[in-house]
């Protein structure tokens, strides 16, 4: 099974709202979880970037709470390192203030050796980079916060 074929069945995933996907093949086994949470395979890295977004959420003055309700998050697709750019030379795909569309690619995560970009999927502009440049993000962590 190549990248192309996982992705298409993520796509499935998506439009039939489905949550779990498991086959296995001549040796090969593919398991494709949403919302995993404790049952990822990269159960090291977890405490980390799910420690990040849950002390965040209690930083905030309570004046700020309203707001951020207001904001709409764009999540990680997937379990991998996160890159804001597409070289180590280049400029990030975003910035705070900057305006987005569906289509604007907002960072790339690396899975598997293979560098996914993600889109923002969403119209507004950049409110808040939540995930860091290169560290591991989890399936459904808010990446970035849009207005």
Do not use: H, W
Not at 52 to 78: G, H, Y
Not at 132 to 144: D, I, M, R, T
Request: charged share 25%; proline share 7%.
């Amino acid at each position: 099974m190549d990248l192309k074929d996982i992705k298409a069945v993520i796509d499935l995933m998506k439009k039939n709202d489905l949550s779990v996907f498991e086959m296995e093949k001549d040796g090969f086994r593919l398991k494709l979880q949403k919302g995993a949470g404790e049952q990822t395979v990269f159960s090291q890295p977890a405490p980390a970037p799910t420690a990040t977004p849950a002390a965040a959420a209690s930083t905030p003055a309570p004046a700020a709470a309203p707001e951020k309700s207001a904001l709409k998050d764009i999540v990680s697709p997937m379990v991998g390192t996160l890159y804001r750019a597409g070289s180590p030379e280049a400029a990030p795909f975003v910035e705070v203030g900057k305006e987005v569309s569906e289509e604007t690619v907002v960072c790339i995560i690396e899975a598997m050796k293979v560098m996914n970009e993600i889109k923002a999927e969403t119209k507004g502009v950049i409110a808040e980079i939540v995930a860091e440049n290169g560290k591991p993000v989890q399936f459904g962590q808010v990446l970035f916060r849009v207005k």
